[in-house]
């Protein structure tokens, strides 16, 4: 079972350059998560999506964007990278089952981003 | 606005021994879900129990059982003969059953020593 995949594993960018982060998932879960956390911290919700075209903010969404074409996959784009984006980004899915959202969340393994 | 707390950064405990790790939190509503996470080194997120707030048992699996003290807003966790591999961040988390965002704790980190 591959569940969530996340790509790269591990990124250096330059302040100013634009990325995107892949995500996709094999559970034909609805719902999708990117995450951020920063050193020492928990994470910090960026966006959600609840199913194939509808996304939401999080917590901390500046500086991020984010699509949902299909259900397999959610996209992070970072624009105009900045220091302060250094982190590692989880992406994480669910299913919402017979009304009770009491699924966990799977996770990918994480993205080690560096904005020099 | 709902809050996770976990006032302990970081423990210590010798292998087999037996830790608690607190966790308290805050909302004024009564349907929500609880989570313990741990991530290892490796940085995977691992979900280790769950626990729904309208049940009074105290949710178990295997080394792990959690004491859900609903009044107090207390959620902690504890590892039973503890083992090495134990040794990971852990995370605890809220989620309201109306909402779809979980909310996380700033993490205990545990070491278990051999």
């Known amino acids: 079972n591959a569940g969530v995949t996340q790509t790269p594993k591990f990124r250096i960018l330059k302040i100013g350059q634009s990325m995107t982060l892949q995500c996709t998932q094999d559970?034909?879960?609805?719902?999708m998560y990117w995450y951020r956390q920063d050193p020492g911290m928990g994470l910090k919700l960026i966006y959600y999506?609840?199913?194939?075209?509808?996304?939401d903010k999080g917590e901390v969404p500046n500086g991020y964007n984010v699509s949902r074409s299909t259900t397999e996959d959610f996209p992070l784009r970072l624009e105009l990278a900045a220091p302060s984006q250094t982190s590692v980004y989880f992406c994480?899915?669910?299913?919402?089952?017979?009304?009770?959202?009491?699924?966990?969340?799977?996770f990918g393994d994480g993205t080690r981003l560096s904005i020099l | 606005a709902q809050t996770v707390t976990q006032s302990q950064p970081e423990m210590s405990v010798q292998e087999a021994e037996t830790v608690t790790l607190s966790c308290t939190y805050d909302?004024?509503?009564?349907?929500?879900?609880l989570f313990w996470y741990k991530q290892p080194p490796s940085r995977q997120m691992i979900l280790v129990i769950r626990?729904?707030?309208?049940?009074?048992q105290n949710a178990t699996e295997n080394r792990f059982s959690v004491n859900f003290q609903k009044a107090a807003k207390s959620f902690s966790l504890k590892i039973s003969d503890s083992q090495l591999g134990d040794t990971a961040m852990y995370f605890c988390?809220?989620?309201?059953?109306?909402?779809?965002?979980?909310?996380f704790g700033k993490g205990t980190r545990l070491h278990i020593l051999p």
């Open positions: 994480a899915s669910s299913n919402r089952g017979g009304g009770v959202s009491n699924q966990p969340q799977h």
């Open positions: 559970m034909n879960h609805n719902y």
């Open positions: 999506s609840v199913g194939a075209g509808i996304t």
């Open positions: 909302t004024s509503e009564n349907n929500y879900y």
């Open positions: 626990q729904e707030a309208y049940k009074q």
């Open positions: 988390a809220f989620k309201l059953n109306r909402d779809d965002k979980i909310i």
